[in-house]
T-cell receptor, first 115, second 114 residues
Framework: SAVISQKPSRDICQRGTSLTIQCQVD?????MFWYRQQPGQSLTLIAT?????????ESGFVIDKFPISRPNLTFSTLTVSNMSPEDSSIYLC????????????FGPGTRLTVL | AQSVSQHNHHVILSEAASLELGCNYS??????LFWYVQYPGQHLQLLLK??????LVKGIKGFEAEFIKSKFSFNLRKPSVQWSDTAEYFC????????????FGKGTTLSVSS
């Protein structure tokens, strides 16, 4: 299994500002995913982040709003830009381990509230 | 389009009652199936998974699930629930190829009264 940490664990932000969420994994992993869980909802995939290439975004999510970096095999960041109250969600980082490539492990999430 | 459907939004049971949560999926090709649990205030944890082989899989905490390919279903069961099983349960699916992301159902909230 993989141990994933996220920073910050929670934040309260003003509309129009940006927040960068960090995801750190205790081992090298090929693929990372970023999900959003809106209040009372299920998880929705935002994008797939592969090291050395640009992130691949799902329908409804764009790079200008959710820029992602993946500088190495253990780290990724997701920025939520120009925030509005509708961005209030839990943002989760997930990884696929190289040896259990069909199983995903999830970080604890970042709870974002936008005022 | 790929999708996962969980039939029950909120299930309320008394302790020792039996549990079955429905999950159906729509996904072309061979799939892997998962059930995740999210206890109040905690992050997602894997309950059980199906990749191949025996369609009846056993997970942690006495949970099991049965993959019925003809029905595109992967229902979660537990013969006797406990108060500590109160949580949100998510069914998820991905393609049986390396590194494909999970598609989640909307989740089922289970409330168990003691």
């Amino acid at each position: 299994s993989a141990v994933i940490s996220q920073k910050p664990s929670r934040d309260i932000c003003q509309r129009g500002t940006s927040l960068t969420i960090q995801c750190q994994v205790d081992s090298q992993v090929t693929m990372m995913f970023w999900y959003r869980q809106q209040p009372g909802q299920s998880l929705t995939l935002i994008a797939t982040a592969n090291q050395g290439s640009e992130a691949t975004y799902e329908s409804g999510f764009v790079i200008d709003k959710f820029p992602i970096s993946r500088p190495n095999l253990t780290f990724s960041t997701l920025t939520v830009s120009n925030m509005s109250p509708e961005d209030s969600s839990i943002y989760l980082c997930s990884v696929v381990g190289d040896f259990h490539y069909n199983e995903q492990f999830f970080g604890p999430g970042t709870r974002l509230t936008v005022l | 389009a790929q999708s996962v459907s969980q039939h029950n939004h909120h299930v309320i049971l008394s302790e020792a009652a039996s549990l079955e949560l429905g999950c159906n999926y729509s996904y072309g090709g061979t799939v892997n199936l998962f059930w995740y649990v999210q206890y109040p205030g905690q992050h997602l944890q894997l309950l059980l998974k199906y990749f191949s082989g025996d369609p009846l899989v056993k997970g942690i905490k006495g949970f099991e699930a049965e993959f019925i390919k003809s029905k595109f279903s992967f229902n979660l069961r537990k013969p006797s629930v406990q108060w500590s099983d109160t949580a949100e349960y998510f069914c998820a699916v991905n393609a049986n190829q390396a590194g494909t992301a999970l598609i989640f159902g909307k989740g089922t909230t289970l409330s168990v009264s003691s």
